[in-house]
């Protein structure tokens, strides 16, 4: 199994005001982590990108510690969290550098990143500065072909987003349109999903946002209609209360809490396997 969407190291305790923002705890994660490997899981990727407090040195040693393959990405978030270098660089600088991080190694790691993102959105609204990230992350897509993964803020503009990416030339079987589910709009996910993209239910386990009994119910309706094959799954960890050992769903919240709920509802294995572990094998070309 694969997770598409998940932070093992990120800090955005500044901007928010807010010490449980810094996810750090390397031995409470790792231990979640080793537990997972034994029910399965192989892969992570790691969307913390430039600007959200990613420790390269601190992702190698939890590869080591619970022997996971753990893939990094580039781009840059969202407002307000986009450091100096994003904003006053150009379109074609920041092109630029992420074909490097992705062809080379990412700024003191030679660890290449293996997808574009988390690039995202503001509520409701692409600033200026958004725009120009996205553009810059097509181009980078558009000449690497790896895959380029979206945030929405609470859902809003998911849309929009695929229809900007396909007129800047991406294809849209390469973008991953993040966190979709908190619009609560199953028609909004069907129309991102009929634009050829995936839809990536990365939230699971975030109840104050959504119930997962309206997760689940979305999954069933989307997998119903044949959809199986452009769905993602993951749990998007951001915060120190979100750990197990906290009181959080911790990571394993989606395979022994989550999955047991989709079975229940008549959700094949094979679309399980599609979404888990054939559409990420799929998307990183493994």
Do not use: W
């Not at 990365?202 to 997760?215: A, F, P, Q, V, W």
């Amino acid at each position: 199994m694969t997770y598409m969407h998940e932070h093992l190291r990120v800090d955005l305790s500044k901007e928010k005001g807010d010490r449980d923002c810094l996810l750090d705890d390397f031995d409470a994660i790792g231990q979640e982590l080793i537990g997972l490997a034994k029910r399965g899981l192989r892969r992570i990727v790691d969307v913390s990108c430039r600007g959200m407090g990613r420790d390269y040195d601190y992702l190698e040693r939890m590869e080591r510690f619970t022997g996971l393959t753990i893939l990094i990405s580039t781009g840059f978030y969202k407002e307000p969290f986009l450091p100096k270098e994003a904003l006053e660089a150009d379109e074609k600088t920041l092109t630029a550098l992420f074909i490097s991080d992705i062809r080379n190694g990412c700024e003191s790691s030679n660890r290449r990143a293996a997808l574009i993102g988390e690039i995202g959105t503001s509520l409701g609204v692409m600033t200026p500065a958004e725009a120009k990230i996205f553009r810059a992350a097509a181009g980078a897509c558009r000449e690497t072909g790896v895959p380029l993964s979206t945030h929405t803020t609470l859902g809003t503009l998911g849309f929009e987003q695929v229809r900007f990416l396909k007129q800047l030339g991406v294809d849209p079987s390469r973008i991953i349109i993040g966190h979709l589910d908190l619009a609560d709009d199953l028609d909004l996910i069907f129309r991102v999903l009929d634009e050829g993209a995936y839809v990536e239910f990365d939230t699971i386990g975030k109840i104050t946002y959504l119930s997962d009994e309206k997760r689940a119910a979305f999954i069933q309706a989307c997998c119903n209609k044949g959809y199986s094959r452009q769905m993602l799954l993951s749990m998007d960890i951001t915060r120190l209360s979100h750990l197990a050992v906290n009181g959080g769903p911790g990571y394993a919240y989606l395979v022994d809490s989550f999955l047991p709920r989709l079975r229940v509802l008549g959700v094949s294995e094979e679309a399980i396997s599609d979404m888990l572990e054939r559409n990420p094998d799929v998307l990183l070309g493994v």
